[in-house]
Protein backbone atom coordinates (compact mmCIF):
# COMPACT_ATOMS: atom_id res chain seq x y z
CA UNK A 1 0.00 0.00 0.00
CA UNK A 2 1.02 3.63 -0.52
CA UNK A 3 1.96 5.34 2.71
CA UNK A 4 3.27 8.92 3.54
CA UNK A 5 5.12 7.64 7.03
CA UNK A 6 4.60 10.67 9.60
CA UNK A 7 7.38 11.61 11.69
CA UNK A 8 7.38 11.62 15.80
CA UNK A 9 10.32 14.14 15.84
CA UNK A 10 8.50 16.32 13.15
CA UNK A 11 10.50 18.69 10.40
CA UNK A 12 10.93 21.56 12.70
CA UNK A 13 14.09 23.77 11.60
CA UNK A 14 15.61 22.85 15.43
CA UNK A 15 15.29 19.35 14.39
CA UNK A 16 17.21 19.43 11.07
CA UNK A 17 20.50 21.32 12.29
CA UNK A 18 22.98 19.40 10.15
CA UNK A 19 25.43 19.58 13.55
CA UNK A 20 23.47 16.97 15.10
CA UNK A 21 23.97 14.48 12.36
CA UNK A 22 26.52 11.88 12.94
CA UNK A 23 28.58 12.76 9.30
CA UNK A 24 28.89 15.98 10.45
CA UNK A 25 31.82 14.61 12.90
CA UNK A 26 33.66 13.55 9.34
CA UNK A 27 32.27 16.73 7.09
CA UNK A 28 31.45 19.58 8.99
CA UNK A 29 34.59 20.51 11.16
CA UNK A 30 37.60 23.08 9.75
CA UNK A 31 40.37 20.86 10.30
CA UNK A 32 43.02 18.86 8.08
CA UNK A 33 40.97 16.04 8.21
CA UNK A 34 37.42 17.02 7.40
CA UNK A 35 39.28 18.86 4.66
CA UNK A 36 41.15 15.09 2.97
CA UNK A 37 37.37 13.80 3.74
CA UNK A 38 35.61 16.31 1.52
CA UNK A 39 38.61 16.95 -0.72
CA UNK A 40 37.97 13.10 -1.89
CA UNK A 41 34.50 13.41 -1.84
CA UNK A 42 34.93 15.57 -4.58
CA UNK A 43 37.55 13.52 -6.13
CA UNK A 44 34.54 11.18 -6.71
CA UNK A 45 32.49 13.71 -8.96
CA UNK A 46 30.32 15.11 -5.79
CA UNK A 47 30.64 18.72 -4.78
CA UNK A 48 28.86 20.66 -1.69
CA UNK A 49 25.62 20.67 -3.02
CA UNK A 50 25.54 17.07 -3.02
CA UNK A 51 26.42 16.35 0.63
CA UNK A 52 27.23 19.23 2.56
CA UNK A 53 24.58 19.42 5.12
CA UNK A 54 22.89 16.68 4.15
CA UNK A 55 22.25 13.28 6.21
CA UNK A 56 24.20 10.58 4.37
CA UNK A 57 22.19 7.65 3.60
CA UNK A 58 23.96 4.20 3.41
CA UNK A 59 21.96 1.79 1.02
CA UNK A 60 23.37 -1.93 2.01
CA UNK A 61 22.57 -3.90 -1.00
CA UNK A 62 23.40 -7.49 -0.94
CA UNK A 63 23.12 -7.60 -4.46
CA UNK A 64 25.03 -10.30 -6.21
CA UNK A 65 24.46 -12.43 -9.67
CA UNK A 66 25.23 -15.43 -8.05
CA UNK A 67 22.23 -14.58 -5.59
CA UNK A 68 19.03 -15.14 -7.75
CA UNK A 69 16.02 -13.91 -5.29
CA UNK A 70 18.19 -10.53 -5.78
CA UNK A 71 18.39 -10.25 -9.34
CA UNK A 72 16.44 -6.72 -9.47
CA UNK A 73 17.98 -4.88 -6.90
CA UNK A 74 19.98 -2.59 -9.40
CA UNK A 75 17.16 -1.28 -10.33
CA UNK A 76 15.94 -1.44 -6.97
CA UNK A 77 19.10 0.74 -5.53
CA UNK A 78 18.72 3.15 -7.99
CA UNK A 79 14.54 3.69 -6.67
CA UNK A 80 15.80 4.05 -3.06
CA UNK A 81 18.17 6.07 -3.97
CA UNK A 82 15.41 8.35 -5.59
CA UNK A 83 13.66 8.54 -2.82
CA UNK A 84 16.60 9.75 -0.04
CA UNK A 85 17.30 12.55 -3.35
CA UNK A 86 13.77 13.57 -3.33
CA UNK A 87 13.90 13.97 0.56
CA UNK A 88 17.43 15.75 0.52
CA UNK A 89 19.51 12.93 1.55
CA UNK A 90 22.96 12.04 0.05
CA UNK A 91 22.59 8.70 -0.92
CA UNK A 92 25.71 6.31 -0.78
CA UNK A 93 25.64 2.71 -1.79
CA UNK A 94 27.90 -0.05 -0.25
CA UNK A 95 28.08 -3.56 -1.19
CA UNK A 96 27.85 -6.12 1.33
CA UNK A 97 28.04 -10.01 1.76
CA UNK A 98 25.67 -11.77 -0.63
CA UNK A 99 24.00 -14.60 0.88
CA UNK A 100 22.46 -16.73 -1.97
CA UNK A 101 20.70 -19.28 -0.49
CA UNK A 102 20.86 -21.77 -3.62
CA UNK A 103 24.48 -21.21 -4.70
CA UNK A 104 26.70 -21.42 -2.04
CA UNK A 105 27.82 -24.33 0.34
CA UNK A 106 27.75 -26.23 2.72
CA UNK A 107 24.75 -23.16 3.84
CA UNK A 108 24.47 -19.18 3.62
CA UNK A 109 23.69 -20.31 7.58
CA UNK A 110 27.42 -20.73 7.99
CA UNK A 111 27.76 -17.28 6.59
CA UNK A 112 24.59 -15.47 8.35
CA UNK A 113 27.32 -14.04 11.29
CA UNK A 114 29.50 -12.67 9.41
CA UNK A 115 27.21 -10.75 7.06
CA UNK A 116 25.91 -9.36 10.50
CA UNK A 117 29.37 -8.22 11.60
CA UNK A 118 30.16 -6.48 8.04
CA UNK A 119 26.82 -4.44 8.90
CA UNK A 120 27.69 -3.45 11.89
CA UNK A 121 31.23 -2.22 11.57
CA UNK A 122 30.23 -1.18 7.90
CA UNK A 123 27.51 1.12 9.56
CA UNK A 124 30.06 2.29 12.80
CA UNK A 125 32.94 2.93 10.45
CA UNK A 126 31.51 4.85 7.76
CA UNK A 127 29.80 8.72 8.09
CA UNK A 128 26.38 7.39 7.67
CA UNK A 129 23.40 9.12 9.45
CA UNK A 130 20.63 6.38 8.58
CA UNK A 131 20.63 3.02 6.41
CA UNK A 132 18.46 1.46 3.79
CA UNK A 133 18.82 -2.47 4.18
CA UNK A 134 18.42 -4.39 1.07
CA UNK A 135 17.75 -7.84 1.67
CA UNK A 136 15.45 -10.90 1.04
CA UNK A 137 17.29 -14.16 0.51
CA UNK A 138 17.12 -16.41 3.47
CA UNK A 139 19.77 -15.41 6.02
CA UNK A 140 20.10 -11.54 4.47
CA UNK A 141 17.28 -10.75 6.27
CA UNK A 142 18.09 -11.73 10.07
CA UNK A 143 22.15 -11.03 9.32
CA UNK A 144 21.10 -7.32 8.18
CA UNK A 145 19.05 -6.40 11.34
CA UNK A 146 21.08 -8.23 13.92
CA UNK A 147 24.13 -5.90 12.43
CA UNK A 148 21.98 -2.95 12.44
CA UNK A 149 20.85 -3.36 15.81
CA UNK A 150 23.99 -3.90 16.82
CA UNK A 151 25.47 -0.74 15.23
CA UNK A 152 22.43 0.89 16.38
CA UNK A 153 22.22 3.34 13.53
CA UNK A 154 18.78 4.49 11.90
CA UNK A 155 17.95 1.60 9.54
CA UNK A 156 14.70 0.25 7.65
CA UNK A 157 14.80 -2.79 5.76
CA UNK A 158 13.36 -3.04 2.01
CA UNK A 159 12.87 -6.50 1.49
CA UNK A 160 13.33 -8.17 -1.89
CA UNK A 161 9.41 -9.53 -2.42
CA UNK A 162 8.16 -12.92 -3.24
CA UNK A 163 8.51 -13.95 -6.68
CA UNK A 164 5.40 -14.26 -8.92
CA UNK A 165 3.72 -17.58 -8.91
CA UNK A 166 4.39 -20.00 -11.25
CA UNK A 167 2.31 -22.34 -13.64
CA UNK A 168 3.40 -25.77 -15.02
CA UNK A 169 0.32 -27.15 -17.53
CA UNK A 170 -2.69 -27.31 -15.48
CA UNK A 171 -0.76 -27.03 -11.95
CA UNK A 172 0.20 -23.49 -9.70
CA UNK A 173 3.61 -24.33 -8.65
CA UNK A 174 5.68 -23.24 -4.92
CA UNK A 175 8.86 -22.71 -5.07
CA UNK A 176 10.98 -25.37 -2.79
CA UNK A 177 7.60 -27.66 -2.00
CA UNK A 178 6.61 -28.86 -5.19
CA UNK A 179 10.20 -29.60 -6.06
CA UNK A 180 10.42 -31.88 -3.22
CA UNK A 181 7.06 -33.25 -4.13
CA UNK A 182 7.37 -33.78 -7.71
CA UNK A 183 11.08 -35.13 -7.24
CA UNK A 184 9.35 -38.15 -5.04
CA UNK A 185 7.33 -39.17 -8.15
CA UNK A 186 9.87 -38.71 -10.12
CA UNK A 187 11.65 -41.40 -7.78
CA UNK A 188 8.42 -43.45 -7.85
CA UNK A 189 8.63 -43.69 -11.28
CA UNK A 190 5.57 -41.43 -12.04
CA UNK A 191 7.64 -38.50 -13.69
CA UNK A 192 9.17 -38.16 -16.70
CA UNK A 193 12.39 -36.96 -17.84
CA UNK A 194 10.42 -33.98 -19.60
CA UNK A 195 8.16 -33.14 -17.11
CA UNK A 196 11.07 -32.70 -14.54
CA UNK A 197 12.68 -30.57 -16.99
CA UNK A 198 9.26 -28.55 -18.14
CA UNK A 199 9.46 -27.76 -14.26
CA UNK A 200 12.60 -26.67 -13.81
CA UNK A 201 12.11 -24.32 -16.62
CA UNK A 202 9.14 -22.56 -15.21
CA UNK A 203 9.11 -23.09 -11.22
CA UNK A 204 11.50 -20.04 -10.64
CA UNK A 205 9.64 -17.36 -12.70
CA UNK A 206 10.87 -14.21 -11.55
CA UNK A 207 13.22 -12.11 -10.08
CA UNK A 208 12.23 -12.25 -6.00
CA UNK A 209 12.27 -15.08 -3.35
CA UNK A 210 9.91 -18.18 -2.75
CA UNK A 211 7.05 -17.32 -3.73
CA UNK A 212 5.82 -19.92 -0.37
CA UNK A 213 6.00 -19.03 3.08
CA UNK A 214 9.83 -19.84 3.05
CA UNK A 215 12.43 -18.44 5.54
CA UNK A 216 12.52 -15.72 3.17
CA UNK A 217 8.48 -14.54 3.17
CA UNK A 218 8.35 -15.42 6.82
CA UNK A 219 11.26 -13.56 7.74
CA UNK A 220 9.56 -10.70 5.76
CA UNK A 221 6.92 -10.69 7.04
CA UNK A 222 8.69 -11.10 10.93
CA UNK A 223 10.54 -7.84 10.24
CA UNK A 224 7.65 -5.72 8.95
CA UNK A 225 5.28 -6.81 12.26
CA UNK A 226 8.29 -6.16 14.34
CA UNK A 227 8.37 -2.43 12.88
CA UNK A 228 11.45 -2.90 10.67
CA UNK A 229 9.85 -2.11 7.05
CA UNK A 230 6.91 0.06 6.10
CA UNK A 231 3.12 -1.19 6.18
CA UNK A 232 2.83 -3.43 2.93
CA UNK A 233 6.54 -4.52 2.57
CA UNK A 234 6.19 -8.09 3.36
CA UNK A 235 4.19 -9.36 0.89
CA UNK A 236 4.40 -7.35 -1.96
CA UNK A 237 5.68 -9.33 -5.08
CA UNK A 238 9.17 -8.06 -6.56
CA UNK A 239 8.58 -7.07 -10.16
CA UNK A 240 4.99 -5.14 -9.53
CA UNK A 241 5.40 -1.17 -9.73
CA UNK A 242 4.08 -1.32 -6.20
CA UNK A 243 7.82 -2.47 -5.30
CA UNK A 244 9.55 0.07 -7.19
CA UNK A 245 7.14 3.00 -5.38
CA UNK A 246 8.13 1.31 -2.11
CA UNK A 247 11.78 1.36 -2.52
CA UNK A 248 11.47 5.01 -3.44
CA UNK A 249 9.27 5.31 -0.18
CA UNK A 250 11.69 3.41 1.84
CA UNK A 251 14.34 5.94 0.70
CA UNK A 252 12.59 8.74 1.88
CA UNK A 253 11.50 7.52 5.05
CA UNK A 254 15.67 6.95 5.96
CA UNK A 255 16.13 10.11 5.34
CA UNK A 256 13.74 11.68 8.08
CA UNK A 257 14.73 8.55 10.31
CA UNK A 258 18.52 10.11 10.21
CA UNK A 259 17.03 13.83 10.89
CA UNK A 260 15.06 12.20 14.24
CA UNK A 261 18.12 9.87 15.22
CA UNK A 262 15.21 6.93 15.06
CA UNK A 263 16.97 4.08 15.86
CA UNK A 264 16.40 0.03 16.55
CA UNK A 265 17.08 1.10 20.20
CA UNK A 266 14.22 3.56 19.81
CA UNK A 267 11.66 1.13 18.79
CA UNK A 268 13.02 -2.23 19.25
CA UNK A 269 11.40 -3.79 22.62
CA UNK A 270 10.37 -7.20 23.83
CA UNK A 271 6.59 -6.22 22.78
CA UNK A 272 8.23 -5.93 19.02
CA UNK A 273 9.87 -9.06 19.40
CA UNK A 274 6.59 -10.77 20.50
CA UNK A 275 5.32 -9.47 17.77
CA UNK A 276 7.47 -10.89 15.68
CA UNK A 277 7.09 -14.60 17.35
CA UNK A 278 3.41 -14.14 17.18
CA UNK A 279 3.38 -13.37 13.15
CA UNK A 280 5.68 -15.71 12.46
CA UNK A 281 3.11 -18.73 14.39
CA UNK A 282 0.01 -16.96 12.93
CA UNK A 283 1.75 -17.06 9.05
CA UNK A 284 2.59 -20.98 9.82
CA UNK A 285 5.72 -19.27 9.25
CA UNK A 286 9.61 -21.29 8.90
CA UNK A 287 10.94 -23.42 11.79
CA UNK A 288 14.59 -21.03 10.73
CA UNK A 289 12.57 -18.02 12.49
CA UNK A 290 13.24 -19.82 15.55
CA UNK A 291 16.59 -19.30 15.77
CA UNK A 292 16.83 -16.23 14.04
CA UNK A 293 14.38 -14.42 16.16
CA UNK A 294 16.35 -15.72 19.22
CA UNK A 295 19.52 -14.17 17.84
CA UNK A 296 18.05 -11.07 17.15
CA UNK A 297 16.36 -10.52 20.24
CA UNK A 298 20.13 -11.29 21.97
CA UNK A 299 21.28 -8.57 20.09
CA UNK A 300 18.77 -6.65 22.09
CA UNK A 301 19.74 -7.67 25.32
CA UNK A 302 16.21 -9.57 25.40
CA UNK A 303 16.33 -13.32 26.36
CA UNK A 304 13.95 -15.11 24.33
CA UNK A 305 13.61 -18.76 24.84
CA UNK A 306 12.14 -21.74 22.86
CA UNK A 307 9.36 -21.86 25.75
CA UNK A 308 8.38 -18.66 24.86
CA UNK A 309 7.09 -19.87 21.05
CA UNK A 310 5.53 -22.69 22.54
CA UNK A 311 3.60 -20.03 25.15
CA UNK A 312 2.56 -17.69 22.35
CA UNK A 313 2.03 -20.53 20.30
CA UNK A 314 -0.78 -21.95 22.73
CA UNK A 315 -2.58 -18.89 21.75
CA UNK A 316 -2.05 -17.94 18.28
CA UNK A 317 -4.05 -19.00 15.83
CA UNK A 318 -2.79 -19.59 12.14
CA UNK A 319 -4.75 -17.71 10.07
CA UNK A 320 -2.37 -17.79 6.86
CA UNK A 321 -3.47 -20.38 4.85
CA UNK A 322 -0.15 -20.34 2.58
CA UNK A 323 1.76 -22.88 0.97
CA UNK A 324 3.40 -25.54 2.84
CA UNK A 325 1.39 -25.70 5.85
CA UNK A 326 -1.86 -24.27 3.50
CA UNK A 327 -3.29 -23.76 0.29
CA UNK A 328 -1.80 -20.67 -1.62
CA UNK A 329 1.07 -18.58 -2.28
CA UNK A 330 2.47 -15.27 -1.30
CA UNK A 331 1.10 -13.56 -4.36
CA UNK A 332 -2.83 -14.28 -3.04
CA UNK A 333 -1.63 -13.19 0.25
CA UNK A 334 -0.92 -9.88 -1.31
CA UNK A 335 -3.79 -10.11 -3.43
CA UNK A 336 -5.64 -10.95 0.06
CA UNK A 337 -4.91 -7.87 2.07
CA UNK A 338 -1.36 -8.66 2.97
CA UNK A 339 0.25 -8.85 6.48
CA UNK A 340 -1.32 -5.83 7.84
CA UNK A 341 -4.65 -7.11 6.85
CA UNK A 342 -4.18 -10.42 9.05
CA UNK A 343 -2.29 -8.48 11.76
CA UNK A 344 -5.78 -6.27 11.76
CA UNK A 345 -7.55 -9.75 12.71
CA UNK A 346 -5.49 -9.96 15.77
CA UNK A 347 -4.77 -6.77 17.49
CA UNK A 348 -5.58 -8.29 20.49
CA UNK A 349 -2.34 -10.93 20.41
CA UNK A 350 -0.18 -8.06 19.31
CA UNK A 351 1.33 -5.53 21.32
CA UNK A 352 -0.53 -2.48 19.22
CA UNK A 353 1.89 0.52 20.94
CA UNK A 354 5.43 -1.17 19.44
CA UNK A 355 6.47 1.75 17.59
CA UNK A 356 7.56 0.85 13.96
CA UNK A 357 9.94 2.84 11.23
CA UNK A 358 7.31 4.78 9.65
CA UNK A 359 6.92 7.04 12.88
CA UNK A 360 3.65 5.53 14.04
CA UNK A 361 2.49 2.50 16.75
CA UNK A 362 1.95 -0.96 14.72
CA UNK A 363 -1.61 -0.28 15.89
CA UNK A 364 -1.67 2.95 13.75
CA UNK A 365 0.01 0.93 10.90
CA UNK A 366 -2.93 -2.13 10.65
CA UNK A 367 -5.60 0.27 11.53
CA UNK A 368 -8.36 -0.83 8.43
CA UNK A 369 -6.22 -3.28 7.03
CA UNK A 370 -8.75 -5.10 4.81
CA UNK A 371 -8.98 -8.69 4.14
CA UNK A 372 -9.69 -9.31 0.54
CA UNK A 373 -10.29 -12.81 0.56
CA UNK A 374 -11.59 -14.94 3.57
CA UNK A 375 -10.15 -18.01 2.02
CA UNK A 376 -6.63 -16.90 1.87
CA UNK A 377 -6.68 -15.10 5.35
CA UNK A 378 -8.91 -17.06 7.48
CA UNK A 379 -11.23 -15.39 10.13
CA UNK A 380 -10.90 -15.74 13.62
CA UNK A 381 -13.69 -18.24 13.53
CA UNK A 382 -12.33 -20.56 10.86
CA UNK A 383 -8.72 -20.65 10.68
CA UNK A 384 -5.93 -23.08 9.05
CA UNK A 385 -5.18 -24.10 13.03
CA UNK A 386 -6.29 -23.01 16.69
CA UNK A 387 -3.06 -22.81 17.56
CA UNK A 388 0.91 -21.72 16.03
CA UNK A 389 2.31 -24.20 13.28
CA UNK A 390 5.31 -24.70 15.24
CA UNK A 391 5.86 -26.52 18.07
CA UNK A 392 8.73 -27.08 20.78
CA UNK A 393 9.47 -30.50 21.97
CA UNK A 394 11.76 -32.10 24.86
CA UNK A 395 13.15 -34.89 26.37
CA UNK A 396 15.86 -37.06 26.73
CA UNK A 397 16.63 -37.09 23.32
CA UNK A 398 16.40 -33.02 23.16
CA UNK A 399 17.15 -31.85 26.72
CA UNK A 400 17.52 -28.15 25.27
CA UNK A 401 14.77 -28.95 23.00
CA UNK A 402 13.72 -29.39 19.47
CA UNK A 403 11.29 -27.78 16.99
CA UNK A 404 8.85 -29.16 14.35
CA UNK A 405 5.94 -27.96 11.98
CA UNK A 406 3.04 -29.40 13.30
CA UNK A 407 0.87 -27.83 10.54
CA UNK A 408 2.72 -29.11 7.62
CA UNK A 409 3.10 -32.83 9.34
CA UNK A 410 1.04 -35.72 8.40
CA UNK A 411 -1.46 -35.36 11.47
CA UNK A 412 -1.60 -39.43 12.06
CA UNK A 413 2.33 -39.40 12.74
CA UNK A 414 2.37 -36.30 15.33
CA UNK A 415 2.18 -39.31 17.92
CA UNK A 416 4.31 -41.93 16.98
CA UNK A 417 6.51 -44.49 18.32
CA UNK A 418 9.38 -46.94 15.83
CA UNK A 419 12.43 -48.20 15.36
CA UNK A 420 15.36 -45.83 14.49
CA UNK A 421 17.38 -46.00 10.95
CA UNK A 422 20.60 -44.01 12.17
CA UNK A 423 22.86 -41.84 9.38
CA UNK A 424 26.05 -41.07 11.00
CA UNK A 425 26.27 -37.85 8.23
CA UNK A 426 24.68 -36.45 5.31
CA UNK A 427 27.11 -38.47 2.71
CA UNK A 428 26.30 -41.78 3.93
CA UNK A 429 22.72 -40.91 4.69
CA UNK A 430 22.54 -40.38 0.21
CA UNK A 431 24.65 -43.35 -0.48
CA UNK A 432 21.88 -45.19 1.55
CA UNK A 433 18.58 -44.33 1.44
CA UNK A 434 17.63 -45.38 -1.91
CA UNK A 435 19.58 -49.01 -1.63
CA UNK A 436 16.65 -51.53 -2.43
CA UNK A 437 18.37 -53.67 0.58
CA UNK A 438 17.65 -50.67 3.13
CA UNK A 439 16.02 -51.95 5.99
CA UNK A 440 13.59 -49.86 6.47
CA UNK A 441 9.29 -49.75 6.80
CA UNK A 442 6.88 -47.04 6.75
CA UNK A 443 6.80 -46.98 10.67
CA UNK A 444 11.06 -46.60 11.01
CA UNK A 445 11.88 -43.15 12.59
CA UNK A 446 15.21 -41.42 9.97
CA UNK A 447 17.64 -39.89 12.00
CA UNK A 448 20.50 -37.80 10.93
CA UNK A 449 23.36 -36.80 13.44
CA UNK A 450 26.74 -34.71 12.57
CA UNK A 451 24.33 -31.73 10.76
CA UNK A 452 23.95 -29.12 13.60
CA UNK A 453 25.88 -25.73 13.26
CA UNK A 454 29.30 -27.46 14.46
CA UNK A 455 28.61 -30.91 13.10
CA UNK A 456 28.27 -30.19 9.33
CA UNK A 457 29.21 -27.43 9.23
CA UNK A 458 26.91 -24.46 9.43
CA UNK A 459 23.64 -25.95 10.63
CA UNK A 460 22.32 -26.65 6.90
CA UNK A 461 19.15 -27.91 5.41
CA UNK A 462 19.11 -31.33 5.33
CA UNK A 463 16.45 -32.40 8.01
CA UNK A 464 13.93 -33.08 5.34
CA UNK A 465 15.36 -36.42 4.83
CA UNK A 466 14.41 -37.97 1.71
CA UNK A 467 11.68 -40.71 2.17
CA UNK A 468 13.59 -43.67 0.81
CA UNK A 469 12.68 -44.97 -3.24
CA UNK A 470 11.07 -49.07 -1.83
CA UNK A 471 9.00 -46.86 0.03
CA UNK A 472 8.02 -43.92 -2.51
CA UNK A 473 7.14 -46.86 -5.25
CA UNK A 474 4.46 -48.57 -2.16
CA UNK A 475 3.03 -45.25 -1.63
CA UNK A 476 4.76 -43.69 1.36
CA UNK A 477 5.05 -40.14 1.44
CA UNK A 478 5.77 -39.61 4.96
CA UNK A 479 7.25 -40.12 7.90
CA UNK A 480 8.96 -39.27 10.88
CA UNK A 481 12.61 -37.70 10.63
CA UNK A 482 14.52 -36.29 12.98
CA UNK A 483 18.11 -34.68 12.93
CA UNK A 484 19.74 -31.87 14.89
CA UNK A 485 19.90 -29.76 11.28
CA UNK A 486 17.64 -27.45 9.98
CA UNK A 487 15.01 -27.88 6.63
CA UNK A 488 13.99 -25.19 4.38
CA UNK A 489 10.70 -23.47 5.19
CA UNK A 490 9.28 -24.62 1.55
CA UNK A 491 9.77 -28.26 3.16
CA UNK A 492 7.34 -30.23 4.66
CA UNK A 493 6.85 -33.64 6.56
CA UNK A 494 7.34 -35.11 9.80
CA UNK A 495 10.60 -33.84 10.47
CA UNK A 496 11.93 -32.63 13.87
CA UNK A 497 14.37 -30.27 13.71
CA UNK A 498 17.40 -28.22 15.20
CA UNK A 499 18.14 -31.23 18.29
CA UNK A 500 19.93 -29.30 20.67
CA UNK A 501 22.44 -29.99 22.11
CA UNK A 502 23.71 -31.16 18.55
CA UNK A 503 25.51 -34.55 18.41
CA UNK A 504 28.95 -32.96 17.48
CA UNK A 505 29.10 -31.13 21.11
CA UNK A 506 27.76 -34.32 23.06
CA UNK A 507 24.21 -34.26 22.65
CA UNK A 508 22.17 -37.71 23.28
CA UNK A 509 21.67 -38.03 19.42
CA UNK A 510 25.28 -39.03 18.90
CA UNK A 511 24.81 -42.03 20.90
CA UNK A 512 21.18 -43.70 19.59
CA UNK A 513 21.80 -46.37 16.91
CA UNK A 514 19.86 -47.98 14.67
CA UNK A 515 17.01 -50.10 16.03
CA UNK A 516 16.09 -47.99 19.05
CA UNK A 517 12.75 -47.14 20.02
CA UNK A 518 12.05 -43.31 19.34
CA UNK A 519 8.39 -41.79 20.40
CA UNK A 520 7.40 -38.34 19.43
CA UNK A 521 4.06 -37.20 20.67
CA UNK A 522 3.47 -33.36 19.30
CA UNK A 523 0.32 -32.60 21.57
CA UNK A 524 2.17 -33.68 25.01
CA UNK A 525 5.37 -31.91 23.61
CA UNK A 526 7.69 -34.74 23.87
CA UNK A 527 10.50 -36.48 22.23
CA UNK A 528 11.30 -39.80 24.02
CA UNK A 529 14.35 -42.07 23.19
CA UNK A 530 13.56 -45.42 24.91
CA UNK A 531 17.07 -46.29 26.77
CA UNK A 532 17.88 -47.20 30.01
CA UNK A 533 20.38 -44.83 31.88
CA UNK A 534 23.18 -47.61 32.23
CA UNK A 535 22.69 -48.12 28.68
CA UNK A 536 23.04 -44.73 28.11
CA UNK A 537 26.28 -44.08 30.17
CA UNK A 538 28.23 -47.12 29.16
CA UNK A 539 27.36 -45.99 25.43
CA UNK A 540 28.78 -42.25 26.29
CA UNK A 541 31.90 -43.78 27.88
CA UNK A 542 32.50 -45.39 24.87
CA UNK A 543 31.90 -42.03 22.62
CA UNK A 544 34.68 -39.87 21.25
CA UNK A 545 33.79 -36.24 20.27
CA UNK A 546 34.18 -35.43 16.73
CA UNK A 547 36.99 -32.76 15.83
CA UNK A 548 34.68 -30.37 14.23
CA UNK A 549 37.04 -27.14 14.53
CA UNK A 550 38.69 -25.94 11.14
CA UNK A 551 42.36 -25.31 10.74
CA UNK A 552 42.01 -21.91 9.49
CA UNK A 553 39.98 -18.52 8.87
CA UNK A 554 36.39 -17.67 9.29
CA UNK A 555 35.41 -21.30 9.58
CA UNK A 556 37.82 -22.03 12.63
CA UNK A 557 36.20 -18.81 14.38
CA UNK A 558 32.81 -19.71 14.15
CA UNK A 559 33.44 -23.07 15.30
CA UNK A 560 34.86 -21.78 18.54
CA UNK A 561 31.94 -19.11 19.27
CA UNK A 562 29.25 -20.16 17.93
CA UNK A 563 26.28 -21.25 20.08
CA UNK A 564 23.42 -23.82 19.77
CA UNK A 565 20.43 -24.02 18.18
CA UNK A 566 18.01 -22.99 20.93
CA UNK A 567 20.30 -19.75 21.33
CA UNK A 568 20.11 -18.63 18.22
CA UNK A 569 23.40 -20.10 16.74
CA UNK A 570 24.89 -16.24 17.13
CA UNK A 571 28.53 -15.66 18.27
CA UNK A 572 28.96 -16.00 21.57
CA UNK A 573 30.92 -12.48 21.78
CA UNK A 574 28.52 -10.51 19.74
CA UNK A 575 25.09 -11.59 22.38
CA UNK A 576 23.66 -8.41 24.46
CA UNK A 577 23.53 -4.50 23.38
CA UNK A 578 26.54 -3.10 21.78
CA UNK A 579 28.23 0.10 23.99
CA UNK A 580 27.97 3.35 21.85
CA UNK A 581 31.35 3.34 20.63
CA UNK A 582 31.58 6.16 17.84
CA UNK A 583 35.12 5.28 16.10
CA UNK A 584 37.49 8.03 16.62
CA UNK A 585 38.53 10.62 14.08
CA UNK A 586 41.94 11.12 14.13
Not at 72 to 81: G, I, K, M, S, T
Not at 263 to 283: E, Q, W
Not at 472 to 479: E, N
Not at 512 to 527: H, L, P, S, W, Y
Request: charged residues 20%; aromatic residues 6%; negative net charge.
Amino acid sequence: MDSKPTSPAGNTNESRDPARLRSHRWFGPDDLRSFGHRSRLKGAGFDDADFQGKPVIGILNTWSDLNTCHSHFPQRADEVRRGILQAGGFPVEVPVLSLGEMLMKPTTMLYRNLLAMEVEEVLRCHPIDAAVLMGGCDKTVPALLMGAISADIPSIFLPAGPMLKARWKDQTLGSGSDVWKYWDERLAGNLCDADWKGIENCIARSAGTCMTMGTASTMACITEAMGFSLAGAACTPSVLSQHSRLATQTGRRAVDMAWEDFRPSKFMTAGSIDNGVITSLSIGGSTNAIVHLIAIAGRLGIELTMDRFDQLSDRTPVLGDIRPGGRYLMEDFYDAGGLPALLNRMTDLLDTDALTVSGVTLGQQINGAEVIDDEVIRPRENPVSPVGGTCVLRGNLAPSGCVIKSIAADKRLLKHRGPALVFDNYPEMKAAINDPDLDVGADSVLILRNAGPLGAPGFPEWGMLPIPQKLLRQGVRDMVRISDARMSGTSYGTCVLHIAPESAASGPLALVQTGDMIAIDVEARTIHWEVDDDEAERRRSAWVAPDVTPPRGYGRLYAKHVTQADQGCDFDFLVGRSPDAEPSIH
